[in-house]
């Protein structure tokens, strides 16, 4: 009789998942350790130079073993194991921009895994409120989206918040979803934030061009009054689907399928150098002829490359702005800490909003 080739393969793989568990576990208990350790010489328990080490190694051996899986499906189980080690070192608390379902919901978790507590806040303010307080050990908070530009609120909040700086950066494929308990045919109206609403402005005028839009305040109040309102549906995430126990009935209607935003996480602790990192700062110039060239000719003359310039008015004198710049390499490198030192001699006022691991894939 020829044994059952199915059988005997599950059988291998029940074996194999044994073993995973085991080392798992094993892993697990040196992690206690670690968090030990991290406790008596309060070292803080997200450390975002680690945190690249370990996934950049996953990559690589990944390469070395010849797969089959891709490095993004193991990196993001391997995440997901981080965020387990986070609890038994410590409870980890992140606050976002909320209400749960929110695009910054599923950037914390996709971030952080679901074994961290995941903090909804009213405002960007109040996460940088939050961590400032030591109320949340890390914050998330939108930085710019590919589609609209920078956050204003964000940059903002670290004018207010001086003792915050930025630790990682984090990139979000914004993928929005038609949300709804009904039939698409029974479809009368569609809420979503308006910037969701702008951004599948093509797809609704050739699908529903009947359904009313009516913008609401977050994407995931939209999907929470579809959840309970005959004939509405909601544009949002596949977390907000989930959440309010909505049907995804069409998926991806974005107009741009290149849609994303960037986010950083924010803390008290600076993060140390990985030989892949950038720096945010902020600055105003002083007040004469070519002193914004001065700047940069600075930045030229060390061979910084500079990745964003943006800006916002100073909101103390009119005409002044705070100029908001995001470069390659950490504060403590030799060539951008001397350009950083000669710059503050052309501004009125310089800040390091921090230095970070440079994002790599976007989650």
Request: charged share 20%.
């Amino acid at each position: 009789m020829t044994a059952d080739p199915l059988a005997e393969l599950r059988s291998k793989i029940d074996e194999l998942d044994h073993q995973i568990v085991a080392l798992l576990n094993a892993r697990a208990r040196i992690v206690v350790e670690i968090g030990r350790i991290k406790h008596q010489s309060n070292a803080p328990v997200y450390a975002p130079d680690r945190e690249k080490i370990v996934l950049d190694r996953v990559a690589q051996a990944n390469k070395a073993v010849g797969g089959p899986l891709p490095d993004a499906c193991l990196q993001a189980i391997y995440r997901e194991l981080m965020s387990g080690s986070f609890a038994l070192e410590k409870p980890l608390r992140v606050a976002y921009l909320g209400p749960q379902g929110s695009y910054s919901h599923l950037a914390s978790v996709k971030k952080f895994g679901a074994s961290v507590a995941h903090a909804p806040v009213v405002d960007i303010a109040s996460v940088f409120d939050e961590v400032a307080r030591g109320h949340a050990d890390l914050g998330l908070v939108p930085i710019e989206n590919s589609t609209i530009g920078g956050v204003v609120e964000t940059m903002d909040a670290f004018l207010d918040h001086p003792n915050v700086t930025i630790v990682a950066e984090v990139l979000i494929a914004i993928h929005h979803h038609l949300l709804a308990v009904c039939e698409p045919s029974q479809i009368k109206v569609v809420y979503s934030k308006p910037e969701a609403l702008d951004q599948c402005r093509k797809w609704l005028n050739a699908t529903m061009p009947e359904a009313a839009r009516m913008p609401v305040g977050s994407s995931s109040k939209a999907a929470e009054m579809a959840a309970h309102e005959a004939g509405a549906a909601a544009i949002g995430s596949s977390l907000a689907a989930e959440l309010y126990s909505l049907k995804t009935l069409y998926t991806n209607i974005e107009d741009n399928p290149s849609n994303v935003t960037r986010f950083f996480v924010i803390g008290r602790q600076p993060a140390r150098r990985t030989g892949d990192d950038k720096t945010s700062i902020i600055f105003t110039t002083a007040h004469k002829s070519g002193a914004l060239v001065d700047v940069l000719d600075v930045f030229r003359r060390y061979q910084i490359n500079l990745t964003n310039i943006d800006t916002r008015p100073s909101q103390k004198r009119n005409f002044e702005y705070y100029f908001f710049t995001d470069m390659i390499g950490h504060a403590e490198d030799a060539s951008l800490k001397a350009a950083i030192e000669e710059v503050r001699g052309h501004c009125l006022q310089l800040a390091v909003l921090g230095s970070f691991p440079r994002a790599g894939e976007t989650l």
